[in-house]
């Protein structure tokens, strides 16, 4: 190992090149493979993951490592141009230079991890990989459910994060709050709509509630903030007319659409056994047709018939006064 490093260092600056780039790509290489290899030794798809990011930075660290032996004798003397020359790099690739910063920020910051379904910016989706210069998302929403992957991967500059907000769905608390409005029509029996929409909303959302207030429980330890209460609440407005219930619920973040479907399937059951004691708010729309052309133009005959008949008789009347 001594002569090795000797050798090293008894090289010349054009040996020490072509070494550095050999050195390069045969660690590159031998990374490549391994990183082919080795996870699929391991059966999860975690593990397989965190396998592969271990081999892809061991294999920077190694090449870094090499460079720094190689050229050990020069670094002192380089010192000085690695400085000025890092300074350059820097400006001309800030974004770059930004995105490694945002990289160390989601690392420290645990900011979201591989699996979280996040939204940066505008951009929601399930994390899929975190780069050194970018996070790629499988993305969902936009023209499909707000929880269905629609297929496109999006892939986001780390700077990004130092930029906008973040919003994590799946750390601490791994359930959102949602709701849904119901109309019924004035008639209904409002309290038996309130204790329906409790009925169906505690059947459904049941299986949620236990985990749930572990969740929250691993949030009021980590956090100073006050406990909500998890169960259902159902509201009640006047709108327009018609009696707006609002039904607010825990849910999974993954099953947004599901629970809506689920509940609104039974709400529709419930509403047609209720044997019109319940009935959906309808809106009347009235249209005023525009007078038919016959009946214009009969106003119109009219008019020009009072219109002579008014004259004649003023007529008449100054007539009259003259001969007097």
């Known amino acids: 190992m001594n002569d090795l490093l000797k050798r ?11 070494a550095a780039v050999v050195g ?37 660290f190694a090449i870094l490592l090499f460079l720094t032996i190689l050229f050990e004798d020069r670094l002192g003397r380089l010192s000085f141009a690695i400085g000025v020359i ?7 690739l800030q974004d770059v230079v930004a995105s490694i910063a945002g990289a160390f920020s989601i690392g420290f910051s645990k900011l979201y991890g591989v699996g979280d379904r996040v939204q940066i ?16 998302l499988m993305e969902t929403g936009n023209w499909v459910s707000r929880d269905v992957y629609n297929g496109r ?5 780390n700077s990004t994060v130092l930029k906008v907000s973040v919003f994590n769905y799946s750390q601490g608390f791994r359930f959102v709050w949602d709701e849904i409005k119901v109309l019924f029509s004035v008639t209904s029996d409002c ?3 309130r204790e329906m929409l409790l009925r169906v909303a505690d059947g459904a959302i049941g299986e949620y509630l236990v985990e749930a207030r572990i969740s929250w429980k691993y949030i009021s330890e980590n956090f100073r903030i006050e406990s909500p209460s998890l169960e259902p609440t159902v509201s009640l407005v006047v709108n327009a007319g018609s009696l707006e219930f609002s039904l607010s619920y825990v849910v999974d973040y993954t099953k ?3 629970m809506k479907t689920q509940l609104f399937t039974k709400i529709v059951e419930e509403v047609a056994n209720s044997k019109g004691r319940l009935q959906w708010a309808s809106q009347t729309v009235t249209l005023t047709s525009p ?9 119109h005959a009219s008019s020009l018939t009072r219109g002579p008949g008014l004259t004649r008789a003023a007529g008449s009347t100054h007539a009259a006064g003259e001969v007097k």
């Open 153 to 157: 991967l999006v892939r986001i500059p």
């Open 191 to 193: 309290q038996l709509a």
């Open 24 to 60: 390069i790509l045969v660690i590159h290489t031998a990374f490549r493979v391994l990183e082919q290899i080795l996870p699929r030794r391991f059966g999860q798809g975690d593990a397989r993951y965190r396998v592969r990011k271990f081999v892809l930075f061991s294999g920077y």
């Open 256 to 258: 947004r659409t599901a």
């Open 86 to 92: 890092g300074a350059g790099v820097a400006v001309a």
């Open 121 to 136: 910016g505008d951009t929601l989706g399930d994390v899929i990989d975190i780069g050194l210069l970018r996070t790629t």
């Open 291 to 299: 007078p038919a052309v016959e009946d214009a133009a009969e106003s």
């Open 8 to 18: 090293a260092v008894s090289l010349s600056l054009l040996e020490k090149s072509i």
